[in-house]
């Protein structure tokens, strides 16, 4: 009963959010180009990403209580536990690294991350779900819940296509605008500047692994049997006895 309320729950804040910030809220942006993309501009920044891709994983995780199964390792796997399942290992690496590098950046300088005039149009509690609470309630999902990892081959097509999807976009954004959607950006040369996104990509691909073993982790130690053909996303044939 707990674990699909929690689900429902999440789904819930976070779709708030988005529709406050997208009833409520309108951005000062410092160069007129970037007005009128989608979502009032906000599909330019990693955050509404994903914040919109968390809550369709928790209200996915949601069905699955209703409909699907939480059992570790089922002998027929419903279709929304695979769709789940897979959501979860882009939404956990996703999730932990939007936090990181908001809040490091923030640290060091919120105008590179989140200039003054943004966010005081932004209570705390808002700013909070959408780069805080994401990677608590990711990390409460891993140690609550089962899954099976997919395939790393599979795994990494989901999540790379998600990251390049949005670095494509990204740049095609600068493209029009000759503005950057971060102001991180605007200090650093073009080296720089692709050393930042591979850096970025190699901590994500660090957080997909990182997850993927803690749920590996958790699983063996609830002495339940953690196989389904996939061992660490990586699928191995058993050795017969």
Same mark, same amino acid.
């Not at 899954?147 to 081959?153: F, L, Q, V």
């Not at 390049?164 to 500047?193: C, D, I, M, Q």
């Given at each position: 009963?707990?674990?699909?309320? =929690?689900?429902?729950?999440?789904?819930?804040?976070?779709?708030? *959010?988005?529709? #406050?910030?997208?009833?409520?809220?309108?951005?000062?942006?410092? *160069?007129?180009?970037?007005?009128? #993309?989608?979502?009032?501009?906000? %599909?330019?920044?990693?955050?509404? &990403?994903?914040?919109?891709?968390?809550? @369709? #994983?928790?209200?996915?995780?949601?069905?699955?209580?209703?409909?699907?199964?939480?059992?570790? %390792?089922?002998?027929?796997?419903?279709?929304?536990?695979?769709?789940?399942?897979?959501?979860?290992?882009?939404?956990?690496?996703?999730?932990?690294?939007? %936090?990181?590098?908001?809040?490091?950046?923030?640290?060091?300088?919120?105008?590179?991350?989140?200039?003054?005039?943004?966010?005081?149009?932004?209570?705390?509690?808002?700013?909070?779900?959408?780069?805080?609470?994401?990677? +608590?309630?990711?990390?409460?999902?891993?140690?609550?819940?089962?899954?099976?990892?997919?395939?790393?081959?599979?795994?990494?097509? @989901?999540?790379? %296509?998600?990251?390049? /999807?949005?670095?494509? &976009? =990204?740049? +095609? *954004?600068?493209?029009?605008? !000759?503005?950057? @959607?971060?102001?991180?950006?605007?200090?650093?040369? &073009?080296?720089?500047?692709?050393?930042?996104?591979?850096?970025?990509?190699?901590?994500?691909? /660090?957080?997909?692994?990182? !997850?993927?073993? +803690?749920?590996?982790?958790?699983?063996?130690?609830?002495?339940?049997? #953690?196989?389904? !053909? +996939?061992?660490?996303?990586?699928?191995? /044939?058993?050795?017969?006895?």
């Amino acid at each position: 009963m707990l674990r699909p309320l =929690f689900h429902l729950s999440v789904a819930a804040i976070n779709t708030f *959010v988005i529709w #406050y910030d997208q009833t409520y809220i309108t951005f000062p942006f410092a *160069v007129k180009a970037m007005e009128g #993309y989608p979502l009032k501009s906000r %599909s330019m920044f990693l955050t509404i &990403w994903c914040l919109i891709l968390q809550t @369709v #994983y928790h209200f996915v995780a949601f069905l699955n209580d209703v409909i699907g199964t939480n059992v570790q %390792s089922p002998k027929k796997t419903p279709i929304i536990r695979k769709i789940k399942d897979t959501l979860f290992s882009l939404a956990f690496p996703t999730a932990i690294y939007v %936090s990181l590098a908001f809040w490091s950046i923030y640290a060091i300088d919120k105008e590179l991350i989140f200039p003054e005039r943004i966010e005081k149009l932004y209570h705390p509690a808002l700013n909070h779900v959408m780069h805080t609470t994401i990677s +608590v309630f990711i990390i409460i999902e891993l140690f609550t819940s089962f899954r099976n990892y997919p395939s790393r081959n599979l795994g990494y097509i @989901v999540t790379y %296509s998600f990251y390049v /999807s949005y670095l494509v &976009w =990204f740049f +095609v *954004v600068y493209a029009k605008t !000759g503005a950057w @959607v971060y102001p991180v950006f605007e200090p650093l040369n &073009w080296p720089l500047r692709f050393v930042f996104i591979a850096l970025s990509l190699s901590i994500a691909t /660090s957080l997909y692994i990182f !997850g993927e073993k +803690v749920n590996n982790f958790v699983c063996k130690s609830r002495r339940q049997p #953690y196989t389904n !053909g +996939v061992t660490n996303g990586s699928a191995k /044939s058993k050795k017969k006895s």
